[in-house]
């Protein structure tokens, strides 16, 4: 029974030993692959998270350039006070500072009057626009009026027609003729920027 024993005890330590070399070995490989997934999962994140200076240099070039656009158009304003204003108002109101006969007046009305409409409206005899043109007056008969076409150019074709035609008719065919045929070439003066301005602000479309 002695000798049995002897031979037994070593081989339970044999076996001991080796089932803990087995569990080390599966520990080393349980923390090998634990440390790998953390590096992966450490790795993704680090490339999914935006780069908080690369948009914050976005977000400042963004904020200069509206600054910037700002600033040229404060700037624009400055050196162009007319640049608020369409090139129709500014040259409206330049034509009446040029020939409007009373420049106190209240109101500025603008009528667009069409091609082939009736130089006299009163009169069967009357001959007809050429062309599409503008008229201005005042908000009185004592204001007088301008009635003109563009050439596109700086220069206006200037029409000799009163605010309200006054006379005896038929005043015959040849009579209106001649008022068409002698029209006026004008160069439109730039003017006063102020003075444009004001008169730009009484403009009233009928």
């Known amino acids: 029974m002695k000798k049995q024993t002897i031979f037994i005890y070593p081989s339970i330590a044999l076996l001991s030993f080796s089932l803990l070399m087995t569990g080390c070995s599966n520990n080393e490989a349980a923390e090998g692959n634990s440390t790998k997934t953390v590096e992966s999962m450490e790795k993704k994140s680090s490339e999914e998270k935006p780069n908080s200076s690369e948009h914050n240099v976005g977000s400042t070039k963004s904020e200069q350039t509206g600054t910037s656009s700002e600033d040229q158009e404060n700037l624009k304003e400055k050196t162009d006070p007319l640049s608020a204003y369409s090139s129709k108002e500014i040259e409206y109101a330049r034509v009446w500072l040029q020939l409007g006969s009373n420049q106190q007046i209240d109101h500025l009305y603008i009528q667009h009057i069409k091609a ?5 409206p009163d009169d069967e005899t009357s001959g007809s626009y050429p062309e599409d043109v ?43 003729k001649d008022i068409i045929k002698h029209t006026n ?12 301005i004001q008169l730009i602000k009484k403009i009233e479309k009928n």
């Open 185 to 196: 070439l004008v160069s439109v003066d730039v003017g006063d920027d102020e003075q444009v």
């Open 134 to 176: 503008i008229q201005l007056a005042g908000s009185r008969l004592v204001d007088g009026s301008v009635t003109y076409s563009g050439n596109g150019n700086g220069t206006i074709n200037v029409y000799n027609v009163p605010l309200r035609w006054d006379g005896q008719y038929p005043a015959r065919e040849d009579f209106y």
């Open 116 to 120: 082939g409409t009736k130089l006299n």
